[in-house]
């Protein structure tokens, strides 16, 4: 049990890295995502409508709503544009709406949907300091707490309203209480899991993974647990344990899936509903899967699951047909196997692949052992079930990922984040019990701990606030992580406001832009911006004879990355100069007389 004191500091590292957090997106402008998410959100609870935004379940997105019910928007004008009366999924233009033109105070808008979402950071820091403080007890468990909320890929992406952590936070919870189901069985337990599971299915479609991982999960436990030495009695045994993880899923989906989802759709027209689906659908290649979501999407008691069913062949349509993007120096329609490995490990501080290697080590070291000991990977399994779980979870998810032609930032890898932190600082609490007889050793671990520990958290505070473009030294640093992949790993939108401020600051009575974001341009810049593309200026003579802003550019890093190949629409000319500044690290801004 955690004492007082252990209850203080715990409190006092979360209360640091939440305030990090606050404080490093108070003047971050709405990013991409945020655009459909907050609107999306905005219309489920004032409308029970689910017509806008299906592609993500609604968790992330009604918790950032919930703080906009109590602000000042104008729903009169705002339901009465077409991009709710008339468009197909017009998320888009609707979040942009109500952010910029619904709402009396667009940058308290945009703060305000943030919050809540840090919740889904906060509860999963405190899963993760407890399941490891219960199994391997105090260090290792504060180990895992640092590394998890100064992780500057976690704290960036904690701060949006998206639905990444969120799917990090269902699946945690997930695998947590189905792990504590199996090795206590009883009707709390079962109660628990299913709810989190049904909650993680709610989180982002992505965690239709858990399936098949806690599928696995509860064979595996019940073959290694087993002590019935006939054959057909195990496989009775792997039966019955198949039938109550289906149990599982099945109640998790009625109770908590079903009951959402008729939440969010009772008031969307049954016949708009049907039609939305249709035209969504068109180009979805399996009739098999297309037609009885169709089929049931205007039927009274289905056509809530039809809704889910909808947005999760929309993921399957996205996913297949890729994204366009700049990887390396080459815009590809997929980057291929190597696309993940490579971002995150230049997204990554230097200090956690010093801990991984520390740990690899121990593991390799133990695995010697007990090969002299024992033979039988069941006996090692049914004494490191919770290892053995998070491992397994890794290695589907990174083999799902890796496969995947959707390459837009290393943040679809959060849900692999804790399992890795709490194996790595598992296996350093292991190697820290073992000398705790050796006082000389144990001091010179703490002491290169403790080194790297500070590493880890000085390169957290030292990007703040840009923890978005955080990349290590093997990629050059922040300002250099441009070079090798933008999007989400750098370039989301969010330095909008800031490129504001300057040229307000620095009296710039007009600038060219090329902005990748959804944010109103409009206002934030008012009068001061000119909209360019890649399109616009053939070469750097061509801009000095036909700008119109005495020679200021702003280009964001997406774009001047991405424009590649022919001579239109390429910004070669650009990226030869050197910028006067650059914004966030994401928005390179030139001065070009």
Not at 56 to 71: G, M, Y
Not at 235 to 264: D, N, Q
Not at 369 to 396: A, C, P, R, Y
Request: glycine share 6%.
């Amino acid at each position: 049990m955690l004492n007082k004191k252990n209850k203080l500091i715990v409190s006092a590292i979360i209360s640091a890295a939440v305030i990090l957090a606050i404080t490093s997106v108070w003047n971050d402008s709405v990013i991409v995502d945020e655009v459909p998410h907050v609107g999306a959100g905005y219309s489920y609870l004032t409308k029970g409508d689910y017509r806008l935004n299906p592609e993500h379940p609604p968790l992330a997105k009604d918790l950032a709503a919930i703080p906009l019910l109590f602000l000042n928007i104008d729903k009169n004008s705002l339901f009465g544009t077409q991009y709710w009366n008339k468009d197909i999924n017009g998320q888009w233009d609707f979040g942009r709406f109500l952010i910029f033109k619904a709402s009396s105070d667009p940058q308290k808008t945009s703060r305000m949907a943030k919050l809540p979402v840090l919740l889904f950071y906060i509860l999963s820091a405190i899963l993760i300091f407890k399941w490891i403080f219960k199994i391997y007890g105090r260090f290792p468990a504060y180990t895992a707490l640092i590394l998890f909320l100064f992780s500057p890929t976690i704290m960036a992406h904690a701060r949006f309203v998206t639905t990444d952590l969120a799917a990090l936070f269902g699946i945690l919870f997930s695998t947590y209480f189905f792990i504590e189901y199996l090795k206590n069985p009883n009707k709390k337990t079962f109660w628990l899991a299913s709810v989190f599971f049904g909650i993680a299915l709610v989180s982002k479609f992505s965690t239709f993974l858990l399936i098949p991982f806690l599928g696995i999960l509860s064979l595996v436990y019940a073959w290694t647990n087993s002590d019935n030495k006939f054959f057909i009695k195990k496989i009775k045994e792997l039966i019955m344990a198949g039938f109550k993880s289906l149990a599982i899923f099945i109640l998790g989906f009625i109770i908590v899936v079903w009951p959402v989802y008729y939440f969010h759709t009772y008031n969307y027209p049954a016949e708009r509903q049907k039609n939305d689906t249709a035209d969504i659908l068109k180009s979805f290649g399996n009739k098999y899967l297309k037609s009885p979501v169709v089929w049931a999407s205007d039927k009274p008691v289905l056509r809530s699951t039809a809704q889910y069913g909808l947005g999760l062949l929309m993921v399957v349509q996205r996913s297949a047909g890729g994204n366009t993007i700049y990887f390396q120096g080459e815009v590809l329609n997929t980057a291929g196997k190597k696309y993940f490995p490579t971002v995150y490990l230049i997204k990554e501080p230097l200090a956690w692949w010093g801990l991984v290697i520390i740990a690899l080590g121990i593991i390799i070291t133990k695995t010697k052992t007990l090969k002299l000991k024992t033979k039988n990977l069941g006996i090692w399994i049914k004494d490191h079930f919770t290892e053995f779980s998070m491992l397994l979870w890794l290695v589907i998810y990174w083999a799902t990922s890796i496969r995947s032609t959707l390459n837009i930032g290393v943040r679809h890898l959060l849900p692999t984040y804790p399992f890795a932190i709490m194996l790595v600082s598992s296996q350093i609490g292991f190697l820290a019990n073992k000398l705790k007889n050796k006082k000389h050793n144990l001091f010179t671990l703490y002491f290169l701990l403790c080194t790297l520990l500070g590493w880890y958290v000085f390169e957290n505070i030292n990007i703040y606030p840009y923890y978005l473009t955080y990349f290590n030294q093997l990629a050059g640093g922040p300002s250099n992580g441009y070079k090798i992949a933008v999007d989400s790993n750098i370039d989301w939108g969010q330095d909008l406001k800031r490129l504001s401020d300057w040229v307000e600051k620095n009296n710039i009575p007009k600038i060219s832009l090329d902005y990748f974001g959804w944010a109103d341009q409009d206002w934030y810049l008012r009068d001061k911006i000119k909209w360019v593309s890649s399109k616009t200026y053939t070469d750097l003579e061509d801009f000095k004879l036909k700008n119109e802003t005495d020679g200021w550019i702003a280009v964001s890093a997406t774009f001047l990355m991405g424009s590649r190949g022919g001579k239109e629409g390429n910004y070669g000319w650009l990226r030869e100069q050197t910028p006067i500044t650059v914004i966030g690290n994401s928005i390179f801004v030139y001065y070009l007389k």
